[in-house]
């Protein structure tokens, strides 16, 4: 028992996935551990888990850019989910860069604060946007989506260059190990995480 999700190769055109893999590049300093969030509020890194990088920076007018053009193509994300639109949404931005070793354990994006009182938006619909230096330098890096039930196998996406995946934040999934044989930063897994939020009040 799947979700739904989708899959959109070439999502934005050839200039903004190279563009974008410039930008995380050239900022590599920028970069920091990724954390991982508790239902307490609290955040601790933890290896096993996940391990990648997460830009610490402001993403600029790359940011407006990518997000610009995230909301023309909206209506269809949230079709190819399952999802119904929601009015006035926040776009929440991340952008990742994975190296060799890296992965991410099963999980959901959905929030699961104990302590919601302070909660103004919530998670709705997951997108990752995915880029890297061609050909490839690395292999492995799957995201997969897993069945709400637990009953059948994954099913793997290549996080190719240019690809958007979209699903419900509710839906579990995963990114299997990677390998990146150089080590080098600029030879790695590159994404940009757009969630879309909803209003709750
Ligand atoms: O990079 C991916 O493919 C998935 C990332 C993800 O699930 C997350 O950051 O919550
Ligand atoms: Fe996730």
């Given at each position: 028992m799947f979700t739904k999700f989708g899959v959109f190769d070439d999502a934005f055109g050839s200039e903004l996935p190279a563009r974008l893999l410039d930008f995380a590049i050239a900022n590599e300093d920028g970069f920091e551990?990724?954390?991982?969030s508790y239902s307490d509020g609290s955040e601790a890194v933890?290896?096993?888990?996940?391990?990648?990088?997460?830009?610490?920076?402001?993403?600029?007018?790359?940011?407006?850019?990518?997000?610009?053009?995230?909301?023309?193509?909206m209506p269809k994300l949230f079709e190819a989910a399952g999802v119904p639109m929601v009015e006035n949404p926040l776009l929440e931005n991340e952008l990742?860069?994975?190296?060799d070793g890296g992965s991410l354990a099963k999980h959901i994006d959905t929030l699961t604060l104990d302590n919601r009182d302070d909660v103004e938006s919530e998670r709705i619909l997951s997108t990752?946007?995915?880029?890297?230096?061609?050909?490839?330098?690395?292999?492995?890096?799957?995201?997969?989506?897993?069945?709400?039930?637990?009953?059948?196998?994954?099913?793997?996406?290549?996080?190719?260059?240019?690809?958007?995946?979209?699903?419900?934040a509710f839906a579990p999934h995963s990114v299997r190990g990677l390998t990146v044989p150089s080590r080098r930063f600029e030879d790695?897994?590159?994404?940009?995480?757009?969630?879309?939020?909803?209003?709750?009040?």
């Amino acid at each position: 028992m799947f979700t739904k999700f989708g899959v959109f190769d070439d999502a934005f055109g050839s200039e903004l996935p190279a563009r974008l893999l410039d930008f995380a590049i050239a900022n590599e300093d920028g970069f920091e551990t990724t954390m991982t969030s508790y239902s307490d509020g609290s955040e601790a890194v933890d290896t096993n888990f996940r391990t990648s990088k997460r830009f610490v920076g402001k993403l600029g007018d790359i940011g407006r850019e990518y997000r610009a053009a995230f909301v023309e193509i909206m209506p269809k994300l949230f079709e190819a989910a399952g999802v119904p639109m929601v009015e006035n949404p926040l776009l929440e931005n991340e952008l990742i860069a994975t190296g060799d070793g890296g992965s991410l354990a099963k999980h959901i994006d959905t929030l699961t604060l104990d302590n919601r009182d302070d909660v103004e938006s919530e998670r709705i619909l997951s997108t990752v946007y995915y880029f890297h230096r061609q050909p490839r330098k690395f292999s492995g890096g799957e995201i997969e989506i897993h069945p709400l039930d637990g009953r059948a196998d994954p099913k793997p996406v290549e996080p190719r260059h240019g690809r958007l995946i979209v699903f419900p934040a509710f839906a579990p999934h995963s990114v299997r190990g990677l390998t990146v044989p150089s080590r080098r930063f600029e030879d790695g897994r590159f994404s940009l995480n757009c969630w879309v939020r909803y209003r709750t009040r």
